[in-house]
């Protein structure tokens, strides 16, 4: 990687585009921070081809791009759908639980409980909210007659979202048991949960990664009205959360998902919590070389906002341009950062917060950092939270997290302006600090006259105790 990385980061999304092994050199020459595996779509065999490829490019090349392992969660479908089916407004169909051909007239829904669960008036919207229908009436067992009310062509296997009902199916199908055991056995550093609605949602998926003796961390992917609701909760329970802006803007109302997203994103920062904007970035360029204006325009505006990380999709999946839409989405946050970002962010630490000590010390480190020009904060951790902590004040200073925990290097990844190396134990705090600086002025990071800060646990050998941060000039 080169040595003007961007602070904010890039997951992609990888699919046919950008399988092959070159590509995705390409694309992490580009500035690509974490690979996203999407469990909704593909093979087994081909998840475990594009895993090895990863951890080889990042061998060959040095760096620590991370792996995140994407559940699908309770994701409702329609089955088969005759070819040419067009829904007509005003017409009525009826949702079947028993698998058939669907028609204008008959469609199964994958979701049993669906008669149960829905009531006359709710909404159902199907193909990302394409195509609307209204319940009139359900038999409580395996029927649901709805009116179209905007109709349109219709084809297999399309998404459904009820943004009217509370769906009864839990938040971890048995296939996202089933795909979170295996991510889990090739050592992914995150899994994203899909449709979070509470917090209990999230415990449940980190007591399996505990149970498996694994230190994978867990996304919370905000898309259905209850995370909204229990979003506080959730916050602070999940290792970091994604604004999933595709789900979200089809259960909830579209108008009120631009300010939803910024007082996401304020509350994360507030909580030094990691947080994710996804969906329809810069989806023109799954067919166009360049983004349009207002993409543009959206990746500058999360960026300004403050948010972790930016994640691409169909663009870098399935589209024509993947290694371009890296580049392109990489100068927009250059671009933005360097001219208009408002640094120094996030709620001072309060008397009686929870680790009031170590998050002033954090705190403080940042605010200091501005004051004296300081070119890098560094800080020694084994678990990254101290790194998460000072990412979530947003310092102008360049954040360097040396770790003697490996699988941590690229979990560090999605942290806002976080570059981790790997530091086998130091006895001394003198030592460390005189070493990190050694390193860093070896690859280039610091010359002489630098100021840096850092910031640490005296006794180093004692974790979560960040007590201690010291002013160095670089001799």
């Not at 490019?57 to 994701?75: H, R, S, T």
């Not at 020694?380 to 200073?397: D, I, M, N």
């Not at 010359?447 to 000039?473: C, E, Q, R, Y």
């Amino acid at each position: 990687m080169t040595l003007d990385n961007s602070r904010t980061k890039i997951i992609a999304t990888l699919g046919p585009a950008s399988s092959d092994k070159e590509t995705l050199r390409q694309m992490f020459l580009a500035g690509v921070d974490i690979c996203r595996l999407n469990f909704s779509h593909g093979k087994r065999e081909d998840s475990i081809q594009t895993i090895n490829i990863i951890r080889e490019l990042n061998a060959e090349l040095g760096v620590d791009v991370a792996i995140l392992a994407d559940l699908q969660g309770p994701k409702l479908r329609i089955g088969e759908v005759q070819e040419g089916t067009v829904l007509e407004n005003d017409a009525i169909v009826e949702f079947v639980s028993e698998k058939c051909m669907g028609t204008a007239q008959k469609l199964y829904m994958s979701y049993e409980d669906f008669p149960r669960d829905v009531e006359a008036g709710d909404a159902v919207l199907i193909d990302d909210g394409k195509i609307k229908l209204e319940v009139i009436s359900t038999n409580r067992n395996n029927s649901v007659k709805a009116k179209v009310i905007y109709g349109g062509p219709i084809s297999s296997k399309k998404g459904v979202n009820l943004p009217n009902t509370r769906v009864s199916l839990p938040s971890l199908t048995e296939k996202d048991v089933d795909d979170a055991h295996f991510a889990l056995e090739h050592d992914v550093d995150w899994l994203a949960l899909s449709f979070v609605r509470a917090v209990s949602d999230v415990i449940e998926l980190k007591q399996m990664i505990k149970r498996k003796k694994k230190n994978t961390y867990v996304i919370a992917k905000i898309e259905k009205p209850e995370g909204i609701e229990n979003i506080d909760a959730i916050i602070a329970e999940a290792d970091a959360i994604m604004v999933a802006r595709g789900d979200m803007g089809v259960e909830i109302e579209f108008d009120r998902v631009p300010l939803l997203q910024k007082t996401i994103v304020e509350k994360c920062i507030n909580a030094s919590v990691p947080v994710i904007i996804a969906t329809q970035m810069m989806e023109s360029m799954i067919t166009n070389f360049r983004p349009t204006r207002a993409e543009a325009n959206d990746v500058a505006n999360a960026v300004i906002d403050g948010v972790d990380t930016l994640m691409l999709s169909g663009e870098t999946s399935v589209g024509k341009f993947p290694i371009e839409t890296i580049r392109n989405m990489h100068k927009i946050i250059q671009y933005t950062e360097t001219n208009r970002y408002n640094y120094n962010r996030g709620v001072p630490p309060k008397p009686g917060d929870p680790g009031i000590i170590g998050a002033s010390v954090c705190y403080s480190a940042a605010i200091t950092a501005e004051r004296v020009g300081a070119k890098a904060i560094i800080t020694f951790t084994e678990h990254g939270s101290t790194a998460k902590r000072l990412s979530g004040y947003r310092p102008k200073a360049d954040i360097y997290a040396f770790t003697p925990n490996r699988p941590l290097l690229s979990a560090l990844s999605l942290y806002w302006g976080v570059t981790a190396f790997y530091f086998e134990h130091q006895i001394q705090i003198d030592d460390a600090i005189e070493n990190s600086i050694a390193i860093l002025k070896e690859k280039g990071y610091l010359k002489t006259g630098d100021m840096v800060i850092h910031v640490a646990s005296t006794p180093l050998k004692i974790s979560h105790k960040t007590n201690m941060f010291k002013i160095t000039l670089v001799k």
